[in-house]
C-alpha cells in the first residue's frame, strides 16, 4: 500500500518503532514502568530534555553544533532564580529576563562564527567557558534557594492524571518548531543553508542572518529549559546545564538528524528523547548503575551516526544510478 510505504519511510517511523519495542519489552518485565507515577517522572524528563535536544537540532539544521547550550541553560538558570531572590522580581519578570540572557547568549554565539570565520565548535567551546565562568562568578558556586513558592509549585503541579504542567511549554515550543521549520520561510533559510551553504547564497539566503538567527533560537530554547529545570527542581543549582551536551546530541542524532546540515525531524528528536528518558528510567527501575547512561548513550549515538551515513550513501548511491 503506497500509504503504508510513505508511512514506513517518514523520519519519525524508526524510532517510534524502537519505542514501542522498548516499552513494550521493560513493561513485560516490570510492570510498574507504566504506573501512573512513572509515567509522571518520564514526562518530566521529558519536558526539559526535549528543550534542551531542539536547541541542538536548530543548530544541527544549519550544519553546525553548539557546545555552549548547557552553559547557556545554565547561566539563564541561575540568572532566573538570581533576579528572584536577589531583586525580588516576580517570576514572569524574572523569567523574561532569563530568556532575554539565552538569546542573547546565542545571537552572540552566531555573530562570532559570522564575524571571525571559525567553526561554530571552536567558538562554541569558547563561549561555554565564557559563560560558565560568568555563572560560577555571580553565583560563586553556590545555589538560589529564594526560589517562590509559586514557582515551586508550577514545577510539580499536574494538568490531569499523571500530565504535568511543565509539558505545556515545550509541546507550544515542539508545535511552533515545527511550523516554523515546515512552513515559515526562516525555517526554510535554516535547513537551505545546512543543506548547501553556497546554493542558498546564491538564491538570495542571507546566510549572517540565518547562521545569527539559528544561534539565537538556540539560546532562547536552553535557556527556557534552564528555567523549566529551576521550577522543577525547586533551586537555581550553578550546575544546571553540566550534563546537557551528550543529550543534547544524542535525540537529534537518534532522530536522524543529518550531522551535516539540512535534514532534520521535531517529530523524530522528540521521540529520540522519549528513548533516552526510557533507557534512563529503565536502568532506575532494575537497579542499574545510573552512570552507565553514559555509556550507553554514547552507543546510541555511535549507531545512530553509522545508521544515518548508512542511509545517506545508499540515498546517494541511488541518486547518482538515476
Same mark, same amino acid.
Given at each position: 500500500?503506497?500509504?503504508?510505504?510513505?508511512?514506513?519511510?517518514?523520519?519519525?517511523?524508526?524510532?517510534?518503532?524502537?519505542?514501542?519495542?522498548? $516499552?513494550?519489552?521493560?513493561?513485560?518485565?516490570? &510492570?510498574?514502568?507504566?504506573?501512573?507515577?512513572?509515567?509522571?517522572?518520564?514526562?518530566?524528563?521529558?519536558? %526539559?530534555?526535549?528543550?534542551?535536544?531542539?536547541?541542538?537540532? $536548530?543548530?544541527?539544521?544549519?550544519?553546525?553544533?553548539?557546545?555552549?547550550?548547557?552553559?547557556?541553560?545554565?547561566?539563564?538558570?541561575?540568572?532566573?532564580?538570581?533576579?528572584?531572590?536577589?531583586?525580588?522580581?516576580?517570576? &514572569?519578570?524574572?523569567?523574561?529576563?532569563? =530568556?532575554? $540572557?539565552?538569546?542573547?547568549?546565542?545571537?552572540?554565539?552566531? =555573530?562570532?562564527?559570522?564575524?571571525?570565520?571559525?567553526?561554530?565548535? %571552536?567558538?562554541?567551546?569558547?563561549?561555554?567557558?565564557?559563560?560558565?565562568?560568568?555563572?560560577?562568578?555571580?553565583?560563586?558556586?553556590?545555589?538560589?534557594?529564594?526560589?517562590?513558592?509559586?514557582?515551586?509549585?508550577?514545577?510539580?503541579?499536574?494538568?490531569?492524571?499523571?500530565?504535568?504542567?511543565? %509539558?505545556?511549554?515545550?509541546?507550544? /515550543?515542539?508545535?511552533?518548531?515545527?511550523?516554523?521549520?515546515?512552513?515559515? &520561510?526562516?525555517?526554510?533559510?535554516?535547513?537551505?543553508?545546512?543543506?548547501?551553504?553556497?546554493?542558498?547564497?546564491?538564491?538570495? /539566503?542571507?546566510?549572517?542572518?540565518?547562521?545569527?538567527?539559528?544561534?539565537?533560537?538556540?539560546?532562547?530554547?536552553?535557556?527556557?529549559?534552564?528555567?523549566? =529545570? @529551576?521550577?522543577?527542581?525547586?533551586?537555581? !543549582?550553578?550546575?544546571?546545564?553540566?550534563?546537557?551536551? $551528550?543529550?543534547?546530541?544524542?535525540? &537529534? %542524532?537518534?532522530?536522524?538528524?543529518?550531522?551535516?546540515?539540512?535534514?532534520?525531524?521535531?517529530?523524530?528528536?522528540?521521540?529520540?528523547? /522519549?528513548?533516552?528518558?526510557?533507557?534512563?528510567?529503565?536502568?532506575?527501575?532494575?537497579?542499574?548503575?545510573?552512570?552507565?547512561? !553514559?555509556?550507553?548513550?554514547?552507543?546510541?549515538?555511535?549507531?545512530? @551516526?553509522?545508521?544515518?551515513? =548508512?542511509?545517506?550513501?545508499?540515498?546517494?548511491?541511488?541518486?547518482?544510478?538515476?
Amino acid at each position: 500500500m503506497p500509504s503504508l510505504t510513505r508511512f514506513v519511510r517518514t523520519d519519525w517511523f524508526g524510532p517510534l518503532l524502537a519505542c514501542i519495542v522498548a $516499552i513494550a519489552i521493560i513493561q513485560s518485565v516490570s &510492570p510498574t514502568f507504566l504506573s501512573l507515577a512513572n509515567i509522571q517522572v518520564l514526562l518530566l524528563a521529558l519536558a %526539559v530534555n526535549a528543550l534542551i535536544a531542539f536547541s541542538q537540532m $536548530i543548530i544541527i539544521a544549519i550544519g553546525q553544533m553548539n557546545l555552549s547550550v548547557g552553559a547557556i541553560g545554565g547561566l539563564a538558570a541561575i540568572a532566573f532564580a538570581g533576579a528572584m531572590e536577589v531583586w525580588g522580581l516576580p517570576a &514572569p519578570l524574572a523569567a523574561l529576563f532569563g =530568556l532575554i $540572557i539565552g538569546l542573547a547568549c546565542g545571537a552572540l554565539n552566531g =555573530l562570532l562564527v559570522r564575524i571571525s570565520g571559525m567553526s561554530a565548535f %571552536v567558538i562554541t567551546l569558547a563561549t561555554l567557558s565564557i559563560y560558565k565562568g560568568v555563572n560560577l562568578g555571580i553565583t560563586e558556586a553556590q545555589a538560589f534557594y529564594g526560589v517562590p513558592q509559586a514557582v515551586k509549585a508550577f514545577g510539580s503541579a499536574v494538568i490531569a492524571g499523571p500530565v504535568p504542567w511543565l %509539558v505545556a511549554p515545550t509541546a507550544l /515550543v515542539a508545535v511552533w518548531l515545527w511550523f516554523m521549520l515546515r512552513r515559515q &520561510p526562516v525555517g526554510r533559510f535554516i535547513l537551505a543553508v545546512g543543506g548547501n551553504e553556497h546554493a542558498a547564497e546564491l538564491s538570495g /539566503v542571507s546566510i549572517a542572518r540565518t547562521v545569527v538567527t539559528a544561534h539565537a533560537i538556540s539560546g532562547l530554547l536552553a535557556a527556557l529549559a534552564g528555567i523549566l =529545570l @529551576v521550577a522543577r527542581l525547586g533551586v537555581g !543549582q550553578p550546575s544546571i546545564g553540566d550534563d546537557w551536551l $551528550i543529550l543534547s546530541f544524542a535525540a &537529534p %542524532v537518534i532522530g536522524g538528524a543529518v550531522l551535516s546540515g539540512g535534514s532534520v525531524s521535531v517529530a523524530a528528536t522528540l521521540l529520540g528523547v /522519549v528513548i533516552v528518558a526510557i533507557i534512563t528510567q529503565a536502568l532506575v527501575l532494575f537497579s542499574i548503575d545510573p552512570y552507565l547512561t !553514559q555509556v550507553i548513550l554514547g552507543g546510541l549515538i555511535l549507531a545512530a @551516526v553509522s545508521f544515518n551515513r =548508512l542511509r545517506e550513501s545508499r540515498f546517494i548511491g541511488r541518486f547518482g544510478r538515476a
